[in-house]
């Protein structure tokens, strides 16, 4: 995979996953409501942020971002949300989601490396860090 398919594919699974926080967001419900309604704006948030931050990094490097749902739902490896779930239910699947993105993005250094860009191999390690740190706490709250 190219450095440019792996920031496209990167990007398009945020944009999945900024929509299926979105659905998470508005459809938790239970004891576990007001926090996780909370952590889960926290998220597609960060989703939002990090996807600009992709893009741009892509611009920089001369390649192009793909930028419609039509290529979004093409390149994600992330799977949509249209069911009601349980909120154990949803955070076990952002648990799974960013275990996947995880794996990816540990690719994506490599192919950084190879195309000699330290500044994506930092940004995907920097994302790494973030989302081992967020499953690290999604765990500890399945776990209680």
């Known amino acids: 995979m190219t450095l440019e398919q792996v920031f496209n594919q990167q ?3 945020w944009n999945v996953l ?3 926080l979105h659905h998470f967001h508005w459809y938790v419900k239970g004891p576990q409501f007001f926090t996780l309604h909370a952590k889960f704006e926290e998220f597609y948030n960060e ?3 990090t996807i600009d931050e992709l893009a741009e990094q892509l611009l920089i490097i001369g390649g192009k971002p ?3 749902l039509k290529e979004y739902l ?3 490896t992330i799977e949509e949300t249209t069911e009601v779930l349980t909120a154990e239910e949803m955070v076990q699947s952002i648990v799974k989601d960013y275990s996947q993105l995880i794996d990816e993005l540990k690719a994506g250094m490599e ?3 190879q195309s000699n860009d330290e500044v ?3 940004m995907f390690l920097e994302l790494i860090g973030k989302l081992s740190k967020h499953n690290w706490m999604l765990k500890a ?3 209680a």
């Open 11 to 13: 990007i398009a699974n």
């Open 111 to 113: 192919a950084a490396e």
């Open 74 to 76: 093409q390149l994600t």
């Open 141 to 143: 709250f399945l776990a």
């Open 18 to 20: 900024y929509t299926k």
């Open 120 to 122: 994506s191999s930092d």
């Open 47 to 49: 989703a939002a942020s």
């Open 66 to 68: 793909i930028s419609t």
